[in-house]
């Protein structure tokens, strides 16, 4: 038998390294190119062009000290190499390739930064240009969970529960408005900013949850996009102290984020709500997540419904452990949700809340309900809840199917191996 060649194994690792790398600085590269060349399409060319680069060179080179840096000053040179080439006015791509050769270094691009921006931050600006009124809200989100998360267009397609060609052409017609109406890039004043705020909140949410629960690959959470979300949100309720929806997203993501240790064990598997060691929840998130819904409240927007998920975030904090959980509040606070913000996934959360409070048949009937949801057909959370309500009730065979149809629907490999188990566990010995 032949011996493995060493060097493949080096090239699967700096795969791996760039991979990683690529999720984690793949949203400050593009916001700092959009920043330069002002054109999102092109910006995110020239970001994957240095990912190329990087996957060309590094297997030689080694991994660089600060791969974040080098793939900016690879952008930045690639940047210069398109505009000394482009057909445009030659004197005006001078003029820009000369600024870009001077912005090696972080401090270059900080005296470069307007001073009269209240935020000073490349990733706020880029997802308030995702967030334009030239686009529709659905292609702001997508357009945003793109650039700021890195994800793959069908990972964004699961997320909206929506066919992948849709966000395809979302995408690709959002860069092109985007381009065609010289969106400035900067974060907006006065009434234009009140008006793209809840866009915004939204695409920082769907990053969150996005980072809080993989939509696929083989890790049950990216703490990074979690970490990302929390920031850029703290980053708005200091631009927006008096909106109270904007410390109730704020409430909701710190109070989530609180139990990112207890929800993977030793072997990166997924551990669920009721199961987690509560001891492991982070207090200091609790604390800070029931102070900013606290300041919701005070606002006047308890019902908004950010602040009311907030609230049902702030049962479970609460409750020291599960059993002490208050479901009955968690299922009223879900039916006032389901009429602010109603949809098939609030009465479907609402529908496990009820099955706790009330029995299995309750919440089962509630399932059944919205069963034929057209936008639910290729959901894998309805058939795992409907099999978890099964399972409850004795009916185990039918649970089984539920579970093994929702493993087939996941793309995430952590959750699939789980509800394979789930449905393994509901076979006859």
């Known amino acids: 038998m032949t011996p493995p060649d060493p060097r493949l194994a ?3 690792d700096i795969r791996r390294t760039v991979d990683a ?44 000290d600060n791969p974040g840096a080098w793939l900016m000053a690879t952008a ?62 659905d292609a702001q989100v997508a357009l945003t969970l793109r650039l700021l998360g890195g994800l793959a267009t069908d990972e964004i397609a699961r997320a909206f529960l929506v066919p992948e060609p849709t966000i395809a052409q979302r995408i690709v017609r959002a860069k092109r408005a985007l381009a065609d109406a010289r969106v400035p890039f900067e974060v907006p004043r006065g009434d234009a900013l009140v008006e793209r705020m809840s866009s915004v909140l939204a695409v920082v949410y769907l990053v969150f949850n996005e980072g809080y629960a993989a939509t696929a690959g083989d890790d049950w959470m990216r703490p990074q996009l979690c970490e990302e979300a929390l920031r850029l949100g703290r980053v708005v309720a200091g ?19 609180s139990r990112t240790h207890a929800r993977v064990g030793p072997a990166g598997e997924p551990v669920l709500l009721l199961d987690q060691d509560r001891a492991r929840w982070d207090r200091l998130l609790i604390r800070r997540g029931l102070a900013a819904l606290e300041c919701a409240e005070k ?9 009311l998920q907030a609230a ?18 968690i299922a009223a606070l879900y039916a006032v949700l389901a009429q602010v913000a109603p949809s098939p996934v609030v009465e479907l959360n609402r529908a496990v809340a009820v099955s706790m409070a009330a029995g299995p048949a309750a919440g089962l009937a509630l399932v059944d309900a919205i069963a034929a949801e ?22 185990l ?7 093994e149809r929702a493993a087939e629907l996941t793309r995430n490999e952590r959750e699939r191996n789980l509800l394979r188990a789930r449905a393994a566990a509901c076979t006859p010995a």
């Open 312 to 329: 049902i975030a702030a049962c479970h904090a609460r409750a020291l452990t599960a059993a002490e959980t208050d479901w009955a509040r």
């Open 374 to 395: 057209p936008t639910l057909r290729h959901y894998h959370l309805l058939p795992s809840v409907r099999g978890e309500l099964l399972s409850r009730l004795g009916r």
């Open 21 to 64: 790398v690529w999720r984690i600085e793949s949203a400050r590269l593009i916001a700092g190119l959009v920043r330069m060349v002002r054109d999102v399409g092109l910006a995110e060319e020239l970001a994957q062009d240095a990912l190329v680069a990087a996957l060309e060179r590094w297997p030689a080179d080694g991994v660089p």
């Open 239 to 257: 631009l927006m102290p008096r909106e109270p929806e904007v410390h109730g997203l704020l409430a909701l993501m710190e109070i989530q984020a």
């Open 76 to 137: 930045k040179h690639r940047a210069i190499d398109r505009l000394r080439r482009s057909k445009l006015i030659q004197g005006k791509h001078d003029e820009l390739a000369y600024a870009l050769e001077h912005q090696q270094h972080d401090a270059d691009a900080k005296v470069e930064t307007s001073l009269d921006d209240p935020i000073g931050d490349d990733l706020l600006r880029l997802v308030f240009i995702a967030c334009h009124p030239v686009l529709s809200t």
């Open 397 to 403: 065979p039918e649970a089984r199917i539920e579970f």
């Open 10 to 12: 080096g090239h699967v």
């Open 299 to 307: 606002l006047g927007g308890a019902r908004g419904p950010y602040a």
